[in-house]
């Protein structure tokens, strides 16, 4: 059966420390893979999309960045955490087409201190 | 461009009594469009998809082109609905094969005994 694991659970980081949040998905092959926030009033934000190795959307500007080096492997990355970068981090995926069904993660919370 | 709206933060019935969460979007295309919920503690999951026309836990929604809503009605809640309900559209853009997954604010919903 298909899994996403997402780690860590949670993570507290000084402003301009380096971030790393990884995902993988297990069971599956080439899934549509994404990075939403989940920030307090402001609902679900998709921040990333991704249909393959390499291949990365990026939803909004901001100061994070994403990468997929593996299939099933989907990392958020920054270079220098923001104060505004607090939030819940939820790594997400789907394969097909037709009204596929999106699996998340437990999710990430970050805060940055 | 695409969105979804839930005007409703928070939403509190008694049980037994009927509950409707709003859904609106805004989409020049054919949508499809889900409800997500998220119980205490746990993951973000699949409700409903308009698609199957499926009743889920008593839950339904039906699709109003027209209106451009996507409302979830259930005529008797439960205690154990109390969570947090997202509305999403997946959308398509720039002739690619795949869509993305586009949320609302989410609506929390709180069923009183």
């Known amino acids: 059966s298909q899994t996403i694991h997402q780690w860590p659970a949670t993570l507290v980081q000084p402003v301009g420390s380096p971030l790393s949040l990884e995902c993988t998905v297990e069971g599956t092959s080439n899934p549509n893979l994404y990075w939403y926030r989940q920030a307090a009033g402001r609902g679900l934000q998709l921040l990333f999309y991704?249909?393959?190795?390499?291949?990365i959307s990026s939803e909004v500007p901001q100061n994070l960045s994403a990468s997929r080096p593996q299939d099933r492997q989907f990392i958020l990355s920054s270079k220098k955490l923001l104060l505004s970068d607090s939030g819940f981090y939820l790594c997400?995926?789907?394969?097909?087409?037709?009204?596929?069904?999106?699996?998340f993660g437990q999710g990430t919370r970050l805060t940055v201190v | 461009a695409q969105r979804v709206t839930q005007p409703e933060k928070l939403l509190s019935v008694f049980k037994g009594a009927p509950v409707e969460l709003k859904c609106n979007y805004s989409y020049s295309g054919s949508p499809e469009l889900f409800w997500y919920v998220q119980y205490s503690r746990q993951r973000l999951q699949l409700l409903l998809r308009?698609?199957?026309?499926?009743s889920i836990k008593g839950f339904t929604a039906d699709l109003n082109k027209g209106e451009t809503s996507f409302h979830l009605k259930k005529p008797f809640a439960q205690e154990e609905d109390s969570a947090m309900y997202y509305c999403?559209?997946?959308?398509w853009g720039g002739g690619t094969s795949y869509g993305k997954l586009t949320f609302g604010q989410g609506t929390i919903l709180t069923v009183h005994p």
């Open positions: 997400a995926w789907s394969v097909g087409r037709v009204s596929a069904e999106a699996f």
């Open positions: 991704s249909v393959g190795i390499g291949q």
């Open positions: 308009h698609i199957s026309r499926e």
């Open positions: 999403a559209l997946r959308y």
